[in-house]
C-alpha cells in the first residue's frame, strides 16, 4: 500500500535532548512537508522540501533542523533550542512538477512528542 | 494569517447533509478553495478543490458563489464518522507558490446519532 508513514506515534523525551522523529513515504512524491500542531490549533509549516538534497524554511523553522537525502524520507529533528517542543508533528507530501507546481498534500499519522 | 473564514463549530443530525461554510473574500484569480478534515489526533485528508466552478467527488460537494468570495462544503448524509474539525483554504494550485498550506482553526462538525 502507498503512504506516508511516520515513527513513532508517542515520543517523550527530557529537556535538553535532541529528537528525531521519522517520516518516509512510498508515493514517488518529489515534495514533502513538516508542520506542527499546538491543542485547538491549525497546523503551521516547519520546513519543506521540493526535491532531495534541498529545502527551505517554513513559518517557524527556528529550533528544528531537516534533511533530505532520499527522496522517500524527511527526517526532522528537534534540537534543544526549540523552546516549546511538545506538540502533534504532521508530515505531508506532494506530486512536484504537476504543470511545474504541486498538488494536493497527503498526509502522515503525526507523532505526538511531549519533553518532560 | 489564514485567508478563509469560518464558524468555530457546528452541529448535523446523522444521515442529514451537513454544509459548511467558509468566507474567502480575498481572493485572488488564480487562487483555488481546497477543503481537508481532520479527525481527533490524525493527519488531515484530503476532501475536494475547485476554482470556481461546483465540484463533486466520492466524499463531498463544493459550491463555490460567482463572485467566489465565499464557498460551501456540503456532506450529503452525514455519518458519525464525518465528525472531525474541516479546514477550508485558498492557495495557488500550479506555480509560484511552494504549495504550502495555511490552516486556520477550521470548523469542528460534530455529527450527532
Known amino acids: 500500500d502507498g503512504g506516508i508513514t511516520q515513527s513513532p506515534k508517542y515520543l517523550f523525551r527530557k529537556e535538553g535532548q535532541n529528537v528525531t522523529l521519522s517520516c518516509e513515504q512510498n508515493?514517488?512524491?518529489?515534495?514533502m512537508y513538516w508542520y506542527r500542531q499546538d491543542p485547538g490549533q491549525g497546523l503551521r509549516l516547519i520546513y519543506y522540501?521540493?526535491?532531495?538534497?534541498?529545502?527551505q524554511k517554513g513559518d517557524i523553522a527556528e529550533g528544528y533542523s531537516v534533511s533530505r537525502e532520499k527522496k522517500e524520507s524527511f527526517p526532522l529533528t528537534v534540537t534543544s533550542a526549540q523552546k516549546n517542543p511538545t506538540a502533534f508533528y504532521l508530515c505531508?507530501?506532494?506530486?512536484?512538477?504537476?504543470?511545474?507546481?504541486?498538488?494536493?498534500?497527503?498526509f502522515g499519522p503525526g507523532t505526538r512528542l511531549t519533553v518532560l | 494569517d489564514a485567508k478563509t473564514t469560518q464558524p468555530t463549530s457546528m452541529d448535523c443530525a446523522e444521515g442529514r447533509a451537513a454544509n459548511l461554510p467558509c468566507n474567502h473574500s480575498?481572493?485572488?484569480?488564480?487562487?483555488?478553495v481546497y477543503w481537508y478534515r481532520q479527525i481527533h489526533s490524525q493527519g488531515p485528508q484530503y476532501i475536494i478543490h475547485?476554482?470556481?466552478n461546483n465540484e463533486t467527488n466520492e466524499m463531498a460537494s463544493l459550491i463555490i458563489t460567482e463572485d467566489r468570495k465565499s464557498s460551501t462544503l456540503i456532506l450529503p448524509h452525514a455519518t458519525l464518522r464525518d465528525t472531525a474539525v474541516y479546514y477550508c483554504?485558498?492557495?495557488?494550485?500550479?506555480?509560484?507558490?511552494?504549495?504550502?498550506?495555511?490552516f486556520g482553526k477550521g470548523t469542528k462538525l460534530s455529527v450527532k446519532p
Open positions: 505531508a507530501s506532494s506530486i512536484f512538477g504537476d504543470r511545474g507546481g504541486v498538488g494536493e498534500q497527503f
Open positions: 508515493l514517488n512524491h518529489d515534495a
Open positions: 522540501s521540493q526535491i532531495v538534497n534541498d529545502f
Open positions: 480575498t481572493i485572488s484569480g488564480n487562487e483555488y
Open positions: 475547485g476554482l470556481k
Open positions: 483554504i485558498v492557495r495557488l494550485r500550479y506555480g509560484g507558490s511552494q504549495g504550502n498550506l495555511i
